[in-house]
């Protein structure tokens, strides 16, 4: 057989990395390609021993002062040395993602791995600025502030973005002086192994960044430790409540990146076509395993009936096929687990009265399929409005007034994104105003900058990644008042 595309990822050691070693353990994991479901890889996975271990590791290299006593600009250096390296294997990092996870090539390269590069660069370069400011006080005192680092993070990632969703949250907490723990999501642990390689050629020393594939019960453990002091959670609202309740035990610093269901306007007055094409993008965008993916979309009556029309045949036409493919828009799905979740959601699809366009089967053979599916003429109160079903499923409502669409837009229990079609400037500010999400995006979704934060309100979390916020999240202040009377 000619060699393929696949034969060129250089998979990562399938072992633990602990205070700046590779690890062994006694359980391992086989790593599925969604395209085919075969085994890829098998990574070791972490045990109460392995845990520990980390543990303990993490904690000396804080508290030795190895990471956290450097100059901000010191750790600013390593990690844009970090970020110059991975620009260097950059096609490989998006093979390997590919692999792990069944995404596109096409968006590996321009997104998981570009926008992977850019945070790290960001916060490499933002390291430099971490400094406190002098005080005037109303006493005889000489007085300052220091931005130190909180201590020990465990880092607690969901599937679907491994490389995006650690990096926002490894690269502002090693900036601020932290040392790290990475609990990467069981199914898709490869590319953070790849991450702790390249962070320790980079100069990061030993312990400071420790990486523990393994199921929830690793995080379970790291979340009740009283050595570590901050939880950084992407991942469900219900695995995120708890974990918010038991780090409530030891007083920890937490940030929940949680569940979505946004919403995206479309009133009458967009343009038409390149709106179409947004609310498409927007919900097939990595097979609707995206948290801020436009899974509802609101329709102004006088233009629904073309806006569902154009949808319905619109959608068989999206490339799905091998992601490795470099024409392919739509991969399979990450898991199993996650196809068995969307298909009981589509098996009852067509319940209260909604119509059903798409949704056929993609192929016959093996892998995780789910193919793109519209229901129109859905109600507010229907489960596939109201719960997160996180695979490439498209509801649409009509509405006629402003206020209709900010109801029903707002009208759920998470508040993550929501985004505004629209020509009428005074319109787009009036409605970005009113609408209860962490980010808005008018003519346009999912356009996110390493600049700016991004998270959630009501249950889709709360902190924020991005920006100086994302670091401000890893960082505690201390004054200092010297008496000068
Ligand atoms: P999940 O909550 O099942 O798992 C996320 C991570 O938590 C995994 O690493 C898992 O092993 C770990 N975990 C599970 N139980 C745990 C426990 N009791 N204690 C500590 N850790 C535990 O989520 P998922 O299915 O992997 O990811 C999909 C979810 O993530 C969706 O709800 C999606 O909306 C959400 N998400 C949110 C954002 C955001 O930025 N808000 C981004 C991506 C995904």
């Known amino acids: 057989m000619p060699p393929t595309i696949k034969d060129d990822i250089g998979l990562p050691p399938g072992e633990l990395f602990i205070g700046g070693a590779w690890v062994a353990a006694d359980g391992v994991r086989e790593i599925l390609d969604p395209a085919t479901g075969a085994a890829v890889a098998s990574v070791a996975q972490a045990g109460p021993a392995e845990t520990q271990l980390a543990l303990a590791a993490a904690r000396r290299a804080f508290d030795d002062g190895s990471w956290s006593g450097l100059a901000p600009r010191e750790r600013g250096r390593i990690l844009l040395r970090a970020a110059e390296i991975?620009?260097?294997?950059?096609?490989e990092l998006a093979r390997l993602e590919s692999l792990d996870t069944g995404k596109p090539i096409m968006f590996t390269r321009m997104v998981d791995v570009a926008t992977t590069i850019d945070q790290i660069d960001y916060y490499g370069a933002l390291a430099a600025g971490i400094e406190g400011s002098v005080r005037r006080t109303g006493r005889p005192t000489f007085a300052y502030t220091r931005r130190e680092p909180i201590g020990v993070v465990a880092a607690i990632t969901p599937f679907n973005f491994p490389l995006i969703l650690s990096s926002i949250k490894i690269a502002p907490a090693l900036a601020a002086g932290n040392t790290v723990i990475h609990k990467p999501a069981e199914e898709t642990p490869l590319t953070a192994l790849r991450i702790a390689e390249v962070l320790h050629e980079a100069g990061v020393?030993?312990?400071?960044?420790?990486?523990?594939?393994?199921?929830?019960?690793?995080?379970?453990?790291?979340?009740r430790d009283p050595r570590v002091d901050k939880i950084a959670f992407t991942g469900s609202t219900a695995v995120g409540r708890g974990i918010a309740a038991a780090a409530a035990e030891t007083l920890k610093h937490v940030t929940v990146e949680l569940g979505g269901k946004s919403a995206n306007i479309m009133f009458a007055d967009a343009d038409l076509e390149a709106a179409i094409n947004t609310a498409i993008s927007g919900f097939v965008f990595n097979t609707g395993q995206f948290c801020m993916a436009g899974s509802r979309l609101l329709?102004?009556?006088?233009?629904?009936?073309?806006v569902v029309a154009a949808l319905a045949g619109a959608i068989g036409h999206v490339p799905v096929g091998d992601p490795f493919d470099e024409g392919t828009v739509i991969g399979p799905m990450a898991g199993p687990r996650h196809?068995?979740?969307?298909?009981?959601?589509?098996?009852?699809?067509?319940?209260?009265?909604?119509?059903?366009?798409?949704?056929?089967?993609?192929?016959?053979?093996?892998?995780?399929?789910?193919?793109?599916?519209?229901l129109a003429d859905v109600?507010?109160?229907?489960?596939?409005?109201?719960?997160?079903?996180?695979?490439?499923?498209?509801?649409?409502?009509?509405?006629?007034?402003?206020?209709?669409?900010?109801a029903l837009a707002n009208g759920t229990q998470y508040g993550l994104a929501a985004g505004l079609q629209t020509t009428d400037?005074?319109?787009?500010?009036?409605?970005?105003?009113?609408?209860?999400?962490?980010?808005?995006?008018?003519?346009?979704?999912?356009?996110?900058?390493?600049?700016?934060?991004?998270?959630?309100?009501?249950?889709?979390?709360?902190?924020?990644?991005?920006?100086?916020?994302?670091?401000?999240?890893y960082l505690q202040t201390k004054s200092v008042l010297i008496s000068v009377a």
């Open 339 to 374: 196809l068995a979740k969307v298909r009981a959601f589509l098996d009852k699809a067509g319940q209260g009265g909604a119509k059903v366009y798409g949704g056929g089967p993609v192929h016959d053979g093996p892998g995780f399929w789910a193919a793109p599916t519209v």
């Open 425 to 473: 400037i005074a319109r787009a500010h009036r409605v970005a105003e009113r609408l209860r999400a962490g980010i808005v995006w008018v003519n346009g979704w999912a356009l996110l900058d390493a600049a700016l934060p991004f998270g959630g309100v009501n249950q889709s979390g709360y902190g924020r990644e991005g920006g100086p916020e994302g670091l401000d999240e």
């Open 379 to 406: 109600s507010q109160d229907s489960t596939f409005v109201q719960d997160e079903i996180f695979g490439p499923v498209l509801t649409v409502q009509p509405f006629d007034t402003e206020d209709e669409a900010v």
């Open 86 to 91: 991975l620009r260097g294997q950059a096609e």
């Open 299 to 306: 329709v102004q009556r006088p233009v629904y009936d073309e």
């Open 205 to 223: 020393p030993d312990g400071v960044f420790n990486v523990l594939p393994g199921d929830g019960s690793v995080g379970e453990t790291l979340v």
